[in-house]
Each structure stands twice: as structure tokens, then as C-alpha cells.
């Protein structure tokens, strides 16, 4: 993923900042539950859980329509989101490193249309944002289907990755960049994806979401 496509995130974050956030519903008690737009905004990392990263765009989520669908599942038809309900999104940025993830989510009515909208959105275009050399990699047994791939971009080489996620009823994605060539590397990327999909499941349980990385 170039930087100019991590501008692209924040733009996204930005966006869904500005619209505000609400809702409310109940957890699922370890079943997949369609999550309410609080929930879907509780699960996206916030500071608390990304100890060393700076808060670019704070965890926002927003009732899914005609625009964000476009934002969304940007092909043809909008093809996967269909009976989506919300969507959200936060972005960090690491000074240490150079490097920036944002983490987006789609929550959808029920666990079968997360799970006819995984493929379509995976092939039909989030598996392309790591840039068309980018290597397919093992992000471990997180979620109920995953997928990720790192790859490089620009004249030097700089890093990207994308990884996606299904758990439950929800689609779930980390979008990594760094400007310089060992801002990340995979074990990082797989560390970002993980509490992304922990804090999934929690929130599917009924909990409140509380996965971070280590300090």
C-alpha cells in the first residue's frame, strides 16, 4: 500500500469523524450478533490499546450509506456491502518507525452476508492494495477466514501491507505503509491484525473490547 493510498484512510477516517458516532445495542454471549454502531465503533482500536502510536483519526463509526458504500467497497456496484449496516474506522501513526495502519470494519445484518461479502471484497479489491507484487503471508488462526499481503511500493521500496479479517458478522482490515523500508515488516503487521480481531470477537461476546498490543 503506497502512502498516497494510507492518505486515502485517513481521508476515510476523516470523513467518519466528522459524522459523528451513536448507537447502542447488546453483545451475542460467544454467538455471532450483528453489532450495533457503538459496538462496531468500540472494536476499532482506540490510544489505550496502541501504546507507542499516535491517534491520526480517533475510532468513528458511521450508518452505512450510499456514500460509504462508495468509500466502502469502492467496485462495481458496490458489490459487498450488501446488507451491511455500518461502517468505521481509526488510523495511528508511529513516529519511531515511519510507518501508519489504519483499521477499518464493515458490520453487516448477519454472518452469512459477512461471509458471501469476504471473497468479493478481498478479490475484487482490498487484496490489491499491498501493489501487484505483493506476497500473500500467514497472519495465524485469527477470526473465521483470513487473509493478508505484504508488498512494497516506490523507488525505494517502502512497505505496505493489507490484511483482512471475518469474525462473525463483521469484515475487518489493517492497512499498514511506512516511508521507510523497515517501518514494518510482517510479525508487526500480524500483531495489528490480531487485536483488531480479538477485540472482534470480545465485542461479539458480549464484553467490551479491551485486546491492545503490549506496551
Known amino acids: 500500500m503506497t502512502m498516497r493510498n494510507y492518505r486515502w484512510c485517513v481521508a476515510i477516517a476523516a470523513a467518519l469523524l466528522s459524522a459523528g458516532c451513536g448507537g447502542s445495542g447488546e453483545g451475542g454471549n460467544g454467538k455471532a450478533v450483528a453489532l450495533s454502531k457503538e459496538q462496531v465503533r468500540e472494536t476499532l482500536p482506540d490510544g489505550e490499546a496502541m501504546p507507542g502510536w499516535k491517534e491520526s483519526a480517533r475510532p468513528t463509526a458511521v450508518q452505512m450509506d450510499k456514500l460509504y458504500r462508495s468509500q466502502a467497497c469502492p467496485i462495481k456496484g458496490n458489490a459487498g456491502c450488501e446488507n451491511s449496516r455500518f ?20 458490520a453487516y445484518d448477519s454472518e452469512q452476508a459477512a461471509r458471501a461479502a469476504y471473497d468479493v471484497l478481498w478479490d475484487g479489491y482490498y487484496g490489491k492494495r499491498a501493489g501487484q507484487k505483493a506476497k500473500a503471508f500467514e ?10 499481503r505484504f508488498g512494497t511500493s516506490g ?14 458478522t463483521v469484515l475487518l482490515w489493517t492497512e499498514t505503509a511506512a516511508t521507510d523500508k523497515g517501518g514494518i515488516d510482517e510479525e508487526a503487521v500480524r500483531e495489528l491484525a490480531t487485536v483488531l480481531a480479538e477485540r472482534a470477537r470480545q465485542t461479539q461476546n458480549g464484553d467490551t473490547p479491551s485486546a491492545g498490543l503490549d506496551g
Open 87 to 106: 461502517f468505521g474506522a481509526s488510523t495511528f501513526q508511529h513516529d519511531d518507525n515511519a510507518a501508519a495502519v489504519t483499521f477499518l470494519i464493515i
Open 139 to 148: 497472519i495465524g488462526s485469527i477470526g473465521d477466514e483470513r487473509d493478508a
Open 155 to 168: 523507488f525505494l521500496g517502502e512497505p505496505g501491507a493489507v490484511t483482512q479479517t471475518r469474525v462473525g
